[in-house]
């Protein structure tokens, strides 16, 4: 049993990360911080946690955090770097799912995120806490970056290909497609019902975040230089991502199945379907699973991967999870037995 | 431990009881039955089964049934009563999801069903599975009539009222939105996401097969004759049911507020909210609870009730299973307590 | 010809009259005001009028509004009232879309608003634009209150029953759903697509501003004072609005069908279907149309009628447009021959 | 002022096509036929045409629809080929909504349509129906095939950089998303509410009838074969294709912007947007637009161009309009001024 806080819960990975938590066995929620909410109930907030959790919002004080023995931050980007250093240095293990910790490199971070990094001291110590690369030093880690959404869905895409090198990792497409939810629960005229719903469009297409995250897996993977063009799309619905990958394939004998089902057989959350299939989005909705097929159209050279995930759980408060379980020794699945609410 | 089984395994009701079925600790699902889909993996039909169920559809045959402590059906209308007399003398316990036990007169019942019955001298035996009213008989019963989705949400927010003698039960209303999914799986055009989204209409406005199952459990509350005026309409949402119910209060000085806190105190699944709450169906989605919420408006004569559920939780697979675990003396909760999904 | 302008175009009302206006053949849209956009183009804001709108938006300034005919507010409610006489001295006839002149007796206004009037002396002067009421009134108007798109569907469906005596007065009960492009444009959490797709909600129970005005047009018609209880609803999806109303029918041998028919012959834009029709809003879905069915459940007493409009449209844009039409003598219909989207 | 005729107008490029028609100025609509629903009124099966439509469906015989001067087909693929040869040979011009007259090649047709095709004399002289490559041709013809809608935005989308030379044709790729309304108004499981809304998947990536389509309209602006992957997906609205296209430049200093706007420059129906815009398929929603943007992600050699339609509308019915005013001499936009309906 652990003592767990959540800094930033008013969000939509916080409300997951709280259904996840109230009912996972071995944690006890200690602790739950919104500058904006304190004293409020947070079932109040969250009338679907009525009955599950009796926790009020707090002020985030790190003298009412000290006392666990790991903290989510659910923070937006930039909060959780203010912080994580006195929490370290008290011996609060602490698991990131904004995108603070996830490049290593200080500069790009700044570059892409508009702000000096506070700590990049502790860059080259935080874990990437993607567990189908990094379970090894996941378990070890004092700091953990989550991983974003649309780099889940895309690397566990990918991997497979670049790291058999079958693949012109020189030219790579990532056309790829979420749920609303993946914009937050902030209060954006682009993410209102009469905005988003009834209607497809792209954005960012000049570079998006998640773009030097996913080039830093995919280049850790193949150990060169990658050359990956990433559309994201705005999806008329709440949960979801599918991403649709593209690459060429170098040789053209490549047993790609059997590729991907040996290189994730002991995954637990990652379902290598058999070929040609669909993976619906909804197939993992509410569900920490990654859903993989593969096709050849034509049986030509372009190998098309599909990939699907929730990205509020496997893409966020689910894989923060899993995460912990790794960390603190627990079996990974614990507490991640969701089924998929289907219809 | 008991040994499962549930006929007709293919529709929306079937997928909630297995993905409920899937996780619950005390059951073992021996057996899914479906005359079209035989031979096929449960989890092709339904891929966010796979991982979670292993079976087979197989073809719906006494002597893979009797085997079971307790059947399932989740077949249309009409189809459990050709096959539950024999289960019953083969000493198997029956939950019927769909209409067949749920009407006590079998006039009536031929009346809005459309066939006659096929074993009438069953009817008063079933017991009508709402725990809030019969839990003490479904404890016995050999077979319980699963209520409907929307008699559900509406006995349940009206019966305090009732019960209580305090409004006028000759003039009740009862203006109630569905989510599609209370249509079914079926293949009709009516609920085709381009015509059932981005809509609102009132259907069966003459006369919906649930208002005479309503009828019959608000007489049994009230021990008169009640006047139900009920209307609903299809939402375009997957799940959910929002009753809104009007009714005349007789006595002006009614607690209304303690009266329902006090009736529905010792149910796991009935959640009555602060007043002048506003519950949402997506509180619920995925959970087994009803949550109601009682307003006045102007400090007037007329009551409104708000009450909402998971159709296919409360109001169908999940109110079967708090059923099977009365029947066979487990925790009500047991399997059942799942957080709604939300966003 | 006629010169519009509009002040306030950012809004769902704006931008459905400027796809009105901008089709309308006797219309030369002039100006069109935002303090927030001024200097941006109305099609980068609004990319469905690229190639049909060429104004940019443009400072609220009295000098560029005087030389309008006629000038259409689609503001928040409070800011009419504060341009409106000083237009009108000018010579500029105006047409509210808001609320501030909707309701006759200004302490009324400022106990459902929350403000002071700003000049209570115009409230008898301004005609409540509903045609089907007022079209009289409404030629000669130099101020016209735009009705509610909620007061619009609930008047047009009581009107023939409370006008022919037929009811009961007192206890009338309006359930009404509304797409949520009827909270408008600002960005509110409650309005997000992951706050409010799949789910359905009332809201304001105790008591909506549109209450007043309702009761407002019901008890002209009736000639005595209304007892009315309203319940509002958030429904998942943008446009459309679905009122249920009841009714107690004081002759049971009311000819409601010939009544209903005879009221609306000569309306344009009131389709009374076939009795115990069932009318969806997405038959109007932007189309200044309602559609009126009419149902006596059981033969009973109680009546429900059903009324869909386009909440944008007949219940906001729609209108006044044909509004504009009766004050300049064109032919009503002219401009608002759009048949709705389906599917 | 020409006769018309519908073969087969109870599909949704029916109802849209009665929506045009019934507002076109130079349009006498005389007969609509369906064998299903011969006898009813068309506005009863679509209530968003009462008041507007006044004709019933009737038997599809030649006899009523030889006296019209152009025939609508809006049939199921293989309908149309039927009683083509004969219309023609009755001096009557026709326009084929499905796919009968779509591929030049008659074995290529039957290998991607499963069946022979019935008039092979006739793939020739058809004119593939897209106006801004046959404008010339679609004037003269007797027999247009209107194209599929996703071969509209992906022809549309990479024309100019195709005609121009300026990429690879050896690998491009068009990942396109489509709205549930592609899929028709038949009565399938897969297009259910509950089955396709709230998700998003890929469907028929091993090959889709309308890959051989958009290959032979790039094959012929390429001089060339091309190589195209054609990934598309069922996405959760009503109407929309947004197709995400992208290709290798062979040229780093091509001026793109300049190139599609003066490719598209006279063309009424062709938005080109500004450089790095995100058209958003409700943008066109309602209207026969397409919108294009061009983008070149961090200066690469990648280039990807996002084209969106109503498939309903320049994917379909509007497009076929489009083709009737030209072939009858009418402007080319007589009866498609309509504005997309936003919100």
New interface residues.
């Given amino acids: 049993m652990i003592n767990v806080g959540i800094v930033g819960g008013t969000g ?1 990975t916080g ?1 997951e990360l709280l ?1 996840l938590l ?2 996972h066995p071995e944690v006890d929620l200690q602790v739950i911080t919104s500058r904006s909410e304190a004293g409020r109930a947070v079932a109040q907030l ?7 959790v009796a926790l009020k919002f707090s002020e985030p004080e790190i003298n009412r955090l000290c006392d666990c023995d790991l903290v989510f931050f659910a923070t937006p980007n930039g909060t959780a770097m203010q912080m994580v250093p006195q929490l370290l240095a008290l011996g609060v293990r602490v698991i990131d799912l904004a995108a603070d910790f996830r490049l290593s490199d200080a500069k790009q971070w700044q570059q892409w995120y508009g702000m000096p990094h506070a700590c990049p001291e502790l860059l080259n110590e935080a874990v990437y806490g993607l567990p189908e690369v990094n379970r090894a030093a996941i378990r070890d880690a004092r700091l953990v970056a989550n991983p974003g959404c649309y780099p889940t869905a895309t690397q566990l895409g990918f991997l497979p290909l670049i790291e058999s090198g079958l693949v012109d990792v020189s ?1 790579l ?1 990532a ?1 790829v ?1 979420s ?3 993946g914009a937050g ?1 902030g ?3 682009g ?13 960012s ?3 998006h975040r998640h773009l030097p995250e996913i080039c830093q897996g995919l280049e850790q993977a193949a150990g060169q230089a990658v ?1 990956l ?3 994201p ?1 705005l ?6 991502i ?1 991403a ?1 990958l ?1 690459a ?1 394939l170098s040789d053209p004998d490549a047993q790609l199945q059997a590729l991907y089902e040996q290189r994730y057989a002991d995954e637990p959350f990652v ?1 290598v ?1 058999p070929a ?1 299939s ?10 920490n ?1 990654c ?1 993989i097929a593969l ?1 050849r ?2 049986q ?1 050279s ?1 190998v ?1 991967i ?1 990939s ?1 995930i929730d990205n509020l759980v496997k893409g966020a408060a689910g894989q923060a999870v899993q995460n912990m379980n790794i960390m603190h020794g627990y079996d990974e699945r614990l507490g991640l ?7």
Same sequence: chains 1, 2, 3, 4.
């Fill in positions: 939509y409300v259904r109230a009912a969250f009338p679907n946690l009525r009955g599950h030219r497409i056309d497609k749920g609303v939810s629960r209060a954006k005229v993410s209102l019902l009469c905005e988003a719903s009834e209607s497809m469009s792209a954005y297409v000049a570079g050359g063009t990433f559309v799309h999806t008329p619905m709440v949960r979801g599918h649709t593209y060429e379902d379907m040609q669909h993976p619906q989005t909804r197939s993992v909705k509410g569900a699973t859903r096709h159209p034509q030509g372009t098309v599909l699907v037995a969701q089924i998929a609410l289907l219809p």
